[in-house]
């Protein structure tokens, strides 16, 4: 089974973006590769498409902190929040049914409560200047703790009731 046995893809991408509305954040939907399994892409700060824009940043900031996440979350089978390699939020909220593994849900883009983007990092994995790096992450929104984890229990709820009838 997969997701799309589920919900057909545009109810998925629907769901994205009233996620994207509620929240501000870049949501996606991905299967258990790890694979988005929409089109949708809601760009939520300047950092995050040069970098994925560079198969460095993609493979090695965004790709790993994805996978790394969505293990946890599979693990716990909660929400996990953590930052990518690059500073920013990632939060994966799992996708079972009954105890089998389908995906997951991921949300980023923003920087969490007091962090801060890791210009130097970027640098040495996309080779963009530090500066260049600074000047735009300089007006990425904060999220506090708190309206993640309260964003993941609305995910996991919402999630939940449409994989019920499955």
Not at 61 to 89: F, R, S, T, Y
Not at 115 to 122: A, R
Request: with cysteine; net charge negative; hydrophobic share 40%.
């Amino acid at each position: 089974m997969k997701l799309t046995d589920i919900l057909p893809l545009d109810k998925w991408m629907a769901f994205e973006k009233e996620l994207h509305t509620r929240s501000g954040l870049d949501v996606n939907v991905f299967d258990t590769d790890g694979i988005r399994i929409t089109e949708y892409k809601e760009w939520v700060n300047r950092l995050c498409p040069v970098v994925k824009a560079h198969d460095k940043g993609q493979t090695f900031i965004c790709a790993v902190a994805h996978m790394n996440i969505a293990a946890q979350a599979k693990q716990a089978k909660n929400p996990v929040i953590e930052e990518c390699d690059g500073g920013l939020l990632k939060m994966v909220v799992p996708i079972f049914i009954k105890e089998e593994f389908m995906g997951s849900v991921g949300a980023c883009g923003l920087l969490l409560d007091d962090g801060e983007v890791e210009s130097f990092m970027i640098n040495k994995t996309i080779e963009i200047d530090e500066s260049e790096v600074e000047n735009l992450a300089k007006d990425i929104k904060r999220v506090t703790t708190r309206e993640m984890e309260l964003f993941g229990e609305y995910i996991k709820e919402q999630v939940t009731k449409m994989v019920s009838n499955v």
